[in-house]
């Protein structure tokens, strides 16, 4: 689903695992066996300029929480720290 946002795809999906956690505010999310809700979802994107165009900028803002040089150094900050403390 990132990968789509990063593309301006506006997203639907579950809300199984960690989707809804990862995706946030930025794609359509329901219960994975709400077919309806899922397909009413859809049909928003397909059908509503307006929620469409919303969903891509969202998507756009929220995949830069996910870059990589952002997430290298989140992980380094959590390695100092994790060395940093006495055994």
Known sequence: P???MACGCPVV???SGSLAEVL???????AHND???????CDSILNDHMTAERLRA???????????DQFGEQLMQ?????????C
């Open 2 to 4: 990132l990968e789509a």
């Open 58 to 68: 969202r998507g756009f803002e929220h995949i830069e929480k996910f870059r990589l």
């Open 35 to 41: 077919h309806e809700a899922l397909a009413n979802h």
């Open 13 to 15: 999906a579950s809300s």
């Open 78 to 86: 959590h390695y100092r720290l994790a060395v940093s403390r006495p």
């Open 24 to 30: 946030g505010d930025a794609a359509l999310i329901a």
